[in-house]
Protein backbone atom coordinates (compact mmCIF):
# COMPACT_ATOMS: atom_id res chain seq x y z
CA UNK A 1 0.00 0.00 0.00
CA UNK A 2 1.58 3.23 -0.50
CA UNK A 3 -0.39 6.39 0.41
CA UNK A 4 0.14 9.99 0.19
CA UNK A 5 -0.99 12.84 2.31
CA UNK A 6 -1.54 15.98 0.86
CA UNK A 7 -2.29 19.56 2.03
CA UNK A 8 -3.47 22.84 0.00
CA UNK A 9 -1.45 24.80 1.12
CA UNK A 10 1.56 24.96 3.45
CA UNK A 11 0.80 25.09 7.48
CA UNK A 12 -1.83 22.49 7.97
CA UNK A 13 0.44 20.39 9.54
CA UNK A 14 0.75 17.88 6.58
CA UNK A 15 3.89 16.14 7.50
CA UNK A 16 3.14 15.91 10.94
CA UNK A 17 0.10 14.42 10.22
CA UNK A 18 2.01 11.90 7.97
CA UNK A 19 4.73 11.06 10.63
CA UNK A 20 1.73 10.18 13.11
CA UNK A 21 -0.04 7.63 10.68
CA UNK A 22 2.86 5.98 9.40
CA UNK A 23 3.88 5.31 13.19
CA UNK A 24 -0.21 4.10 13.69
CA UNK A 25 0.19 2.18 10.45
CA UNK A 26 3.54 0.81 11.22
CA UNK A 27 4.70 2.24 7.45
CA UNK A 28 8.01 3.50 6.19
CA UNK A 29 7.40 7.30 5.97
CA UNK A 30 9.04 8.81 2.69
CA UNK A 31 9.58 12.45 3.11
CA UNK A 32 9.03 13.39 -0.63
CA UNK A 33 9.05 17.53 -0.08
CA UNK A 34 12.35 17.84 -2.52
CA UNK A 35 12.92 21.38 -1.49
CA UNK A 36 11.74 21.81 1.93
CA UNK A 37 11.94 18.69 4.07
CA UNK A 38 10.41 18.85 7.27
CA UNK A 39 10.86 15.54 8.65
CA UNK A 40 13.52 13.93 10.95
CA UNK A 41 16.94 13.94 9.65
CA UNK A 42 20.49 12.56 10.34
CA UNK A 43 23.54 11.21 8.34
CA UNK A 44 23.76 9.04 5.64
CA UNK A 45 21.82 8.61 2.34
CA UNK A 46 18.71 10.26 1.33
CA UNK A 47 16.17 11.01 -1.41
CA UNK A 48 18.16 13.19 -2.91
CA UNK A 49 20.78 10.89 -3.00
CA UNK A 50 18.20 8.26 -4.27
CA UNK A 51 17.25 10.53 -6.82
CA UNK A 52 20.23 11.72 -7.86
CA UNK A 53 21.10 8.18 -8.80
CA UNK A 54 24.01 7.78 -5.51
CA UNK A 55 21.93 5.89 -2.95
CA UNK A 56 19.29 3.06 -3.21
CA UNK A 57 16.03 3.74 -1.90
CA UNK A 58 15.69 0.25 0.29
CA UNK A 59 19.35 0.82 1.84
CA UNK A 60 18.54 4.88 2.41
CA UNK A 61 15.52 4.26 4.64
CA UNK A 62 16.64 4.58 8.78
CA UNK A 63 14.89 2.05 11.04
CA UNK A 64 16.14 2.97 14.28
CA UNK A 65 13.74 5.13 15.27
CA UNK A 66 10.07 4.77 16.07
CA UNK A 67 9.57 5.59 12.54
CA UNK A 68 10.70 3.96 9.59
CA UNK A 69 11.84 6.84 7.27
CA UNK A 70 13.29 7.89 3.89
CA UNK A 71 14.50 11.03 4.86
CA UNK A 72 14.87 13.82 2.48
CA UNK A 73 18.06 16.13 1.43
CA UNK A 74 18.35 19.92 2.88
CA UNK A 75 20.42 21.66 0.57
CA UNK A 76 19.82 23.32 -2.59
CA UNK A 77 22.32 21.68 -4.34
CA UNK A 78 21.14 18.46 -3.15
CA UNK A 79 17.41 19.13 -4.87
CA UNK A 80 19.04 20.63 -7.87
CA UNK A 81 20.81 17.10 -8.48
CA UNK A 82 17.64 15.04 -8.43
CA UNK A 83 15.35 13.60 -10.81
CA UNK A 84 12.09 13.94 -9.71
CA UNK A 85 10.36 11.52 -11.73
CA UNK A 86 12.56 8.65 -10.35
CA UNK A 87 10.31 9.44 -7.10
CA UNK A 88 7.97 6.87 -8.58
CA UNK A 89 10.33 4.03 -8.65
CA UNK A 90 12.02 4.49 -5.28
CA UNK A 91 8.86 4.31 -3.68
CA UNK A 92 7.44 1.10 -5.47
CA UNK A 93 10.75 -0.27 -4.05
CA UNK A 94 9.81 1.14 -0.59
CA UNK A 95 6.97 -0.58 -0.82
CA UNK A 96 8.01 -4.03 -2.48
CA UNK A 97 10.31 -4.12 0.43
CA UNK A 98 8.52 -2.89 3.50
CA UNK A 99 4.83 -3.29 2.30
CA UNK A 100 3.07 -0.19 3.38
CA UNK A 101 4.90 3.10 2.41
CA UNK A 102 3.15 6.98 3.29
CA UNK A 103 4.70 9.42 1.46
CA UNK A 104 4.85 13.41 2.63
CA UNK A 105 3.94 15.53 -0.01
CA UNK A 106 5.05 18.94 -0.37
CA UNK A 107 2.63 21.59 0.50
CA UNK A 108 0.61 23.59 -2.06
CA UNK A 109 0.06 22.52 -5.85
CA UNK A 110 3.64 22.09 -7.20
CA UNK A 111 4.40 19.28 -9.65
CA UNK A 112 6.17 17.00 -7.18
CA UNK A 113 2.99 16.53 -5.38
CA UNK A 114 1.13 15.08 -8.60
CA UNK A 115 4.19 12.90 -8.34
CA UNK A 116 3.48 11.71 -4.95
CA UNK A 117 -0.34 11.34 -6.04
CA UNK A 118 0.60 9.48 -9.24
CA UNK A 119 2.45 6.52 -7.46
CA UNK A 120 -0.10 6.21 -4.77
CA UNK A 121 -2.90 3.91 -4.51
CA UNK A 122 -4.89 6.79 -2.27
CA UNK A 123 -4.64 9.69 -0.40
CA UNK A 124 -4.92 11.38 3.18
CA UNK A 125 -6.12 15.31 2.51
CA UNK A 126 -5.60 17.18 5.46
CA UNK A 127 -6.82 20.65 5.69
CA UNK A 128 -7.77 23.15 8.67
CA UNK A 129 -11.21 24.26 9.91
CA UNK A 130 -11.08 27.66 7.95
CA UNK A 131 -12.37 28.49 4.78
CA UNK A 132 -9.07 29.35 2.93
CA UNK A 133 -8.00 26.16 3.62
CA UNK A 134 -10.58 24.29 2.77
CA UNK A 135 -10.36 25.91 -0.70
CA UNK A 136 -7.45 25.20 -1.37
CA UNK A 137 -8.40 21.59 -0.64
CA UNK A 138 -10.46 21.55 -2.73
CA UNK A 139 -7.76 22.01 -5.58
CA UNK A 140 -5.81 19.30 -3.84
CA UNK A 141 -8.73 16.82 -4.21
CA UNK A 142 -9.38 18.00 -7.68
CA UNK A 143 -5.88 17.19 -8.39
CA UNK A 144 -6.28 13.41 -6.39
CA UNK A 145 -8.82 13.09 -8.80
CA UNK A 146 -7.30 13.67 -11.83
CA UNK A 147 -4.54 11.15 -10.77
CA UNK A 148 -6.51 8.88 -9.70
CA UNK A 149 -5.77 8.52 -5.85
CA UNK A 150 -8.49 8.01 -3.92
CA UNK A 151 -9.67 9.88 -0.94
CA UNK A 152 -9.08 7.57 1.95
CA UNK A 153 -9.69 10.34 4.45
CA UNK A 154 -9.81 13.89 5.03
CA UNK A 155 -7.94 15.30 8.12
CA UNK A 156 -9.28 18.48 9.91
CA UNK A 157 -6.13 19.36 11.71
CA UNK A 158 -5.74 21.59 14.93
CA UNK A 159 -9.56 21.71 15.40
CA UNK A 160 -10.95 23.76 18.40
CA UNK A 161 -14.49 23.54 19.60
CA UNK A 162 -16.62 22.42 17.38
CA UNK A 163 -15.70 21.31 13.73
CA UNK A 164 -17.86 21.24 10.36
CA UNK A 165 -16.99 18.08 10.16
CA UNK A 166 -19.94 17.26 8.42
CA UNK A 167 -19.83 19.95 5.70
CA UNK A 168 -16.16 19.00 5.45
CA UNK A 169 -17.15 15.49 4.40
CA UNK A 170 -19.92 16.56 2.31
CA UNK A 171 -17.81 19.30 0.14
CA UNK A 172 -14.60 17.33 0.15
CA UNK A 173 -16.04 13.44 -0.23
CA UNK A 174 -14.80 11.16 2.26
CA UNK A 175 -14.58 10.26 5.45
CA UNK A 176 -13.14 13.09 8.41
CA UNK A 177 -11.03 12.39 11.48
CA UNK A 178 -10.52 15.54 13.47
CA UNK A 179 -7.29 16.36 14.97
CA UNK A 180 -7.60 18.78 17.69
CA UNK A 181 -5.18 21.54 18.39
CA UNK A 182 -2.78 19.89 21.27
CA UNK A 183 0.16 20.99 23.19
CA UNK A 184 0.59 16.90 23.07
CA UNK A 185 1.54 16.57 19.48
CA UNK A 186 3.83 19.97 20.22
CA UNK A 187 5.52 18.29 22.68
CA UNK A 188 6.03 15.21 20.68
CA UNK A 189 7.30 16.93 17.99
CA UNK A 190 10.07 18.83 19.94
CA UNK A 191 10.84 15.39 21.23
CA UNK A 192 11.36 13.40 17.72
CA UNK A 193 8.64 11.24 18.52
CA UNK A 194 4.85 10.01 17.11
CA UNK A 195 2.64 11.43 19.99
CA UNK A 196 1.11 7.87 20.33
CA UNK A 197 4.51 7.19 21.89
CA UNK A 198 5.25 10.31 23.76
CA UNK A 199 2.06 10.92 24.85
CA UNK A 200 -0.18 7.97 24.45
CA UNK A 201 -2.97 8.92 26.56
CA UNK A 202 -3.65 12.32 25.01
CA UNK A 203 -6.90 13.04 22.54
CA UNK A 204 -4.57 13.67 19.92
CA UNK A 205 -3.08 10.03 20.20
CA UNK A 206 -6.51 8.57 20.04
CA UNK A 207 -7.47 10.48 16.90
CA UNK A 208 -4.26 9.58 15.10
CA UNK A 209 -5.40 5.99 16.21
CA UNK A 210 -9.09 6.75 14.81
CA UNK A 211 -7.46 8.35 11.42
CA UNK A 212 -5.45 4.36 10.97
CA UNK A 213 -8.24 2.75 11.15
CA UNK A 214 -10.25 4.51 8.83
CA UNK A 215 -7.11 4.29 6.13
CA UNK A 216 -7.23 0.13 6.99
CA UNK A 217 -10.69 0.54 5.84
CA UNK A 218 -10.79 2.77 2.77
CA UNK A 219 -7.63 2.60 1.52
CA UNK A 220 -7.08 -0.26 -1.21
CA UNK A 221 -4.63 -3.06 0.33
CA UNK A 222 -4.00 -1.20 4.04
CA UNK A 223 -5.26 -3.60 6.10
CA UNK A 224 -4.10 -6.52 4.29
CA UNK A 225 -0.43 -5.56 3.55
CA UNK A 226 1.78 -6.65 5.97
CA UNK A 227 4.83 -4.26 7.07
CA UNK A 228 8.21 -5.97 5.77
CA UNK A 229 10.87 -4.84 7.73
CA UNK A 230 14.31 -5.29 6.64
CA UNK A 231 16.94 -5.55 8.99
CA UNK A 232 20.30 -5.59 8.94
CA UNK A 233 20.36 -1.68 7.35
CA UNK A 234 19.43 0.65 9.99
CA UNK A 235 21.22 4.32 10.45
Same mark, same amino acid.
Given at each position: ?? +???????????? /????????????????????????????????? %????? #?????????? $? =???????? !?????????? @??? *?????????????? #?????? @????? !?????? =??????? !???????????????????? +??? $??????????????? #????????????????? *???? /???? &???????????? %????????? &???? +????????????? #? /??????? =? /???
Amino acid at each position: MI +LAVVGGKGGVGK /STVAYNLGAALDAVVVDADLAMADLPADRGPDL %HDVLA #GRADPVEAVR $E =GGPVGLLP !CGRSLAGARA @CEP *TELVAAVEAVRDAY #GRVVVD @CPAGM !CGDVGL =GLLVAEA !CVLVTEPAPAALGDALRARA +LAR $ELDAGLAAVVLNRAR #GASPTELVARTLGGPVT *TIPE /SAAV &ADAQAAGLPVAT %HRPDSPAAD &AFAS +LATTVRRTAPGAA #G /SESRPKT =G /SGP
